[in-house]
């Protein structure tokens, strides 16, 4: 069973540049859900997928979008990045029945510099 | 707005000293209540999910226990392999829930 991939690992970018995250979800698990992760605080929800389209936003501003594909693997989109989006950015599968627990992938740490 | 508090903040164990780690909650009616493991560099792994007060969960060193306001986790005879931060979070039963609210973590450390 393949787990929750993330990729870059590590992200290093500049005050108002755009970035792309990509996750692959666990084998079997149809929704997608991002969360991040500031240092030394707690995950904080950004956004789920189910079915391509988008299920439910946590308190983030547009700048922060996302795309579901056929395959349930996605991507995080950030515009005009500001320092405060320095983080490590989770993604996390699971089956659509609320009781399936969610399995989160390793991160992409980025940067704003 | 849901609301999660965990104590203490960081916690040093001898190993083999027993302990737990509080998890405090707030929501308007609660669906489900998770742990989470996190190792520095990684993302959370799943421990438990509690559903109801009363509820008892074990596995190895570990139980998680669930009243209506609070959650604890008791470690028992702890390894320095436990040492991590241990995460707390609530899924809301309305109309949210999609989505998990985590407490900011204890982070655990025990030493040999």
């Known amino acids: 069973e393949t787990g929750v991939t993330q990729s870059p690992t590590h992200l290093i970018k500049t005050r108002g540049q755009q970035v792309t995250l990509r996750c692959s979800s666990q084998?079997?698990?149809?929704?997608v859900s991002w969360y991040q992760q500031a240092l030394g605080q707690g995950p904080q929800f950004i956004f789920q997928?189910?079915?391509?389209?988008?299920?439910g936003r946590g308190n983030f501003p547009p700048r922060f979008s996302g795309l579901q594909f056929p395959n349930y693997s996605s991507e995080l989109n950030v515009n005009a990045l500001e320092l405060d989006d320095s983080a490590l950015y989770l993604c996390?599968?699971?089956?659509?029945?609320?009781?399936?627990?969610?399995?989160f992938g390793n991160g992409t740490r980025l940067t704003v510099t | 707005e849901d609301q999660v508090t965990q104590s203490p903040e960081a916690l040093r164990l001898q190993e083999g000293e027993s302990s737990s780690l509080n998890c405090s909650y707030t929501v308007s009616g609660l669906r489900g209540l998770f742990w989470y493991r996190q190792d520095p560099g990684k993302g959370p792994e799943f421990l438990f999910t509690?559903?109801?007060a009363g509820e008892e969960k074990e596995k190895e060193r570990l139980k998680a226990t669930l009243t209506k306001k609070e959650s604890f986790l008791h470690i028992t005879a702890p390894k320095p392999e436990d040492s991590a931060t241990y995460l707390c979070?609530?899924?809301?039963?309305?109309?949210?829930?999609?989505?998990?609210?985590f407490g900011k973590g204890t982070l655990l450390t025990v030493n040999p």
């Open positions: 509690l559903y109801s």
């Open positions: 996390a599968s699971s089956l659509a029945s609320s009781d399936s627990p969610l399995h």
């Open positions: 997928y189910y079915r391509e389209e988008e299920n």
């Open positions: 979070a609530v899924q809301p039963s309305g109309g949210s829930n999609y989505k998990l609210t």
């Open positions: 084998s079997g698990h149809n929704t």
